[in-house]
């Protein structure tokens, strides 16, 4: 079954928010809030923060081992992985940086958007993931 991508603009990661104490959970947390002082709230679905700061980045340069899903002969590309802060839900989100975006590209406090991403693709189906890229205009203060 395909979805139809979805615009940038409108890509969010998906969390969810304990209706007591406000606390947001990524990835989503659907069974009780773990915040240990919250008397307990339902748990809804939240969008997170489009945009975030670098907390800290990195890059791999050897292929994971399984289950990372990876093709043995095809050749090796490293990564660059980027631990984010959203500040609205007070957490870091680790991901991908976006294909092209390497380490001496981030900085610590840069702001970086969520977009969406392939992390694998065969001729049947997609799988998609979420990246984080350098807003273009990130020199200045963080927006809403
Ligand atoms: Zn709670």
Do not use: I
Not at 35 to 58: D, K
Not at 118 to 128: K, Q, S
Not at 131 to 137: G, K, N, T
Request: proline share 10%.
């Amino acid at each position: 079954m395909a979805a139809a991508p979805v615009p940038h603009a409108e890509f969010r990661l998906l969390g969810t928010r304990c209706t007591a104490c406000a606390s947001v959970f990524f990835p989503r947390e659907d069974d009780w809030c773990r915040n240990p002082g919250c008397p307990g709230g339902e748990l809804v679905e939240t969008p997170l923060s489009r945009r975030g700061r670098v907390w800290s980045y990195t890059d791999g340069r050897y292929r994971p081992p399984a289950p990372y899903v990876s093709d043995p002969d095809a050749p090796w590309k490293p990564y660059t992985l980027v631990a984010v802060e959203l500040a609205a839900e007070a957490m870091v989100v680790l991901g991908q940086a976006a294909p092209g975006v390497r380490t001496a590209d981030l900085a610590v406090g840069m702001e970086v958007e969520v977009v969406p991403g392939v992390l694998h693709e065969d001729a049947e189906h997609v799988w998609t993931t979420w990246h984080w890229r350098p807003v273009a205009d990130g020199s200045g203060e963080a927006g809403a």
